[in-house]
């Protein structure tokens, strides 16, 4: 195919060529940043005797763990790198977790299921297979430090790398729906490895999750998950300082109460697709201007708070700036809402406008007036300006620039399996269920060589069949050869 590679450089466009689909479609601000965070994930590839691991900082930071590791965001990490061509990237960084010195339960982490993610995509289930013991003694251990009496897990928002939240601490459906989510991977590991009983037993664990999830953290008035508080949580709250507990009134301090804010986290649970069909008017709320929606967000609480973007000293809060982590959560959240759930509130073109303006906040103003690519901690949802690096900046820190290049979320599987489409499974079939709105009026895109259970899969369309020279309308190829054409753009089942 014909895809312009002309504004990367050669040593970019040579790896690019080699480890990662290429893509291409009219929207430049897309396309650009899918190869800006792609040139991002590579800058964070790290060989160590350890193998391969992937940080979140470049720079050294003290509170990382062995090769400057932290958990927090891996699970993004193996979404997006999943589609890297060689799997020893992400072979390697698994083991590292559980076998050569790193930490996954310093910070939530849903393992397990992003593990799993990689194999549906590699195929090879030798490594996940090799790893089950270890994940089951994950999640047994999580269990031993985080399980609440009402048999949900309780967090503290720090470690769920979401300090200073209006919510806070306690029972939050971003750990609940990692263990959820772990529980379901779990159990189809150990289906591919022959252990019938402890796959039951891992699936009877997340029917009990999500019955909980739905029946503690549902606040049926608000109709939002919201975080519920727990004497723990409460316990570590308390303890702040800084001036953030001065400004919670007490009704925000008393035990087992769902807090009174809804939070972007309230979206987790429909990642890894726990809620039951019901559920789905949370969604009224994420483009409401009033509610969630901003230009550079969405805010991560919700705008008519009396706590939203509280001001304090710490560059890092989570009281309404625009994360992201966040961001990539609420839109994998959004992509399975729209294949899997029937709702009014929320279509693909809020999905392609939300995914186009976090696109878009991929810049910063450089010192001479121009804009380039950026991403780095957290924004001013109305402004675009990246928070962390103005407070660090202001203050001269000595790592004021650690923010640069920081892998901390996703974008290009958002591409790839969100917009675009494809959807892993195990099995020799390949699931395309693209969500491009026809008001973005595409006239071609092409995704060409997505490395797919050792094919090479290419998704292209062409409206009058004169931009790639291979006919015109919608067309699926497996290691070159036609598998699927339509007319139009649609959802598809291709065999390998």
Request: proline content about 5%; hydrophobic content about 35%.
């Amino acid at each position: 195919m014909r895809i312009n590679l002309s504004f990367l450089q050669q040593d970019e466009s040579d790896w690019m060529k080699e480890q990662v689909p290429l893509f291409e479609c009219p929207e430049e601000n897309l396309q650009r940043t899918y190869y800006f965070r792609w040139g991002v994930f590579r800058k964070h590839l790290k060989l160590t005797q350890s193998g391969y691991v992937v940080t979140e900082f470049l720079p050294q930071v003290p509170w990382s763990g062995r090769h400057n590791t932290i958990s927090c965001p891996a699970g993004h990490h193996f979404y997006e790198g999943r589609w890297l061509h060689q799997p020893v990237y992400l072979n390697d960084y698994a083991e590292f977790w559980f076998r050569k010195g790193g930490e996954p339960r310093r910070y939530s982490f849903w393992a397990a299921d992003a593990i799993f993610a990689h194999y549906l995509v590699t195929g090879d289930s030798s490594s996940i297979r090799e790893l089950l013991p270890d994940l089951v003694a994950n999640y047994e251990a999580w269990e031993a430090e985080r399980k609440d009496a009402s048999g949900l897990y309780w967090q503290m928002d720090d470690r769920d790398g979401m300090e200073f939240s209006i919510g806070g601490s306690g029972l939050r459906p971003t750990i609940n729906s990692y263990m959820y989510a772990d529980a379901v991977a779990i159990s189809r590991i150990a289906m591919l490895a022959g252990q019938q009983e402890l796959a039951q037993q891992y699936e009877d664990n997340a029917a009990v999750l999500q019955q909980l999830v739905e029946r503690l953290l549902w606040d049926e008035e608000a109709k939002f998950f919201k975080v519920r508080t727990n004497m723990d949580g409460l316990a570590y709250t308390r303890k702040l300082t800084g001036g953030w507990l001065e400004q919670l009134p007490d009704d925000l301090l008393q035990e087992n109460k769902l807090m009174p804010v809804c939070e972007l986290t309230g979206y987790v649970p429909w990642c890894f697709g726990l809620p039951s069909a019901g559920y789905e008017d949370a969604w009224a709320r994420l483009m409401d201007p009033k509610q969630f929606y901003a230009p550079y967000g969405p805010t991560t609480a919700e705008q008519a708070h009396p706590l939203f973007m509280a001001e304090l000293q710490h560059e890092c809060l989570w009281n309404g700036p625009s994360w992201p982590f966040a961001t990539t959560q609420t839109l994998v959240a959004m992509a399975r809402l729209l294949r899997e759930y029937k709702q009014p509130h929320v279509n693909r073109a809020d999905y392609y406008h939300m995914l186009c303006s976090y696109a878009n906040s991929h810049q910063r103003m450089s010192e001479d007036g121009t804009r380039i690519p950026w991403i780095d901690e957290n924004l001013d949802p109305f402004t675009g300006e990246w928070i962390a690096r103005s407070k660090l900046h202001a203050r001269d820190d000595a790592n004021k620039d650690r923010g640069a290049d920081y892998n901390h979320s996703a974008f290009c599987d958002l591409i790839i399996s969100g917009l675009i489409g494809m959807q892993p499974r195990a099995g020799n079939e390949l699931d395309i269920h693209p969500l491009i709105p026809e008001e973005a009026n595409w006239d071609y895109f092409c995704l060409e060589n997505v490395f797919y259970h050792k094919h090479y899969v290419t998704v292209v369309y062409d409206k009058d069949g004169e931009r790639y020279g291979k006919g015109s309308g919608y067309r699926i190829e497996v290691d070159g050869k036609l598998r699927y054409h339509a007319d139009r753009i649609q959802p598809a089942t291709v065999l390998l």
